[in-house]
């Protein structure tokens, strides 16, 4: 809606602040050039994190170092196969690249999508993009310095209670510390999830509230199976998290509700 007062320039709304139309052939050679973009970042992230790669693998052995010394066993890891390092190296160097180009793709994606929004649809995809990244590192760090030691100190204190020497293979250890890395980086999504859902009015607030005991039930049994060890207290651990950022994701639903419902009524005042 465009409007107007006597001695004004017209005055397009909020609404109608979209960027500039293109062709379905411009929009296919900016999505090639934002995917060569991102291949080039991905492929630049890959050498440095291929050149820090043997730093960072001392910082990875560190938690299952510590529980071998707890235990009182030898604090080495083992491989198996002759090519074992080296691959180890380049998985983790490929991993490590990913997370550094996650802001160069994510930007892109911005610039890929943002001409065709509007205005508070842009700062609501840039506070996605920001929080997406926040959350999921903050789920990786809650595994490496929270989750990790207690599981490791579980298992092998468990297995020092048998007469039975561990040997760690580096490549399943590192196979575990994936898996508990990224599932809790993606469950560290929750709350924008949520918040994805509440834009589209799929879910509200009150929804997710008047739920919660349903929601309790499903973060119970997703916790009893991707809770590495068969102990009840590492599954607390697992859960109390996943209802915290359901509470948050309950909160940031409310936000979404409540500024969509002043630009409607900002839009029927307009009128």
Known sequence: MVTSQPGLPAVRTEEEEDGGKMSLFEHLADLRKRLIYSAIAIGVGFLIGFAVSKSVINIVMQPMVLALKAAHFPPKLIYTAPAGPINLLI???FYLGIVIALPVVL??????IAPGLYKHERKAVASFILSSIFLFLAGIAFGYFLLLPYVLKFLIGFEGSLPLQPMIDINEYFDLILIVMVGLGAIFELPVLIFVLSMFGIVTPQWLWKNIRYAILIITILAAIVTPTPDATTMLVFMSPMIGLY???????????????KREMAREGAH
């Open 107 to 112: 930007y892109q994606i911005w610039l890929f």
């Open 247 to 261: 509470f948050l994701g309950i909160g940031v639903s409310y936000m979404v509700v409540r500024s969509k419902r």
């Open 91 to 93: 998985a983790l160097g």
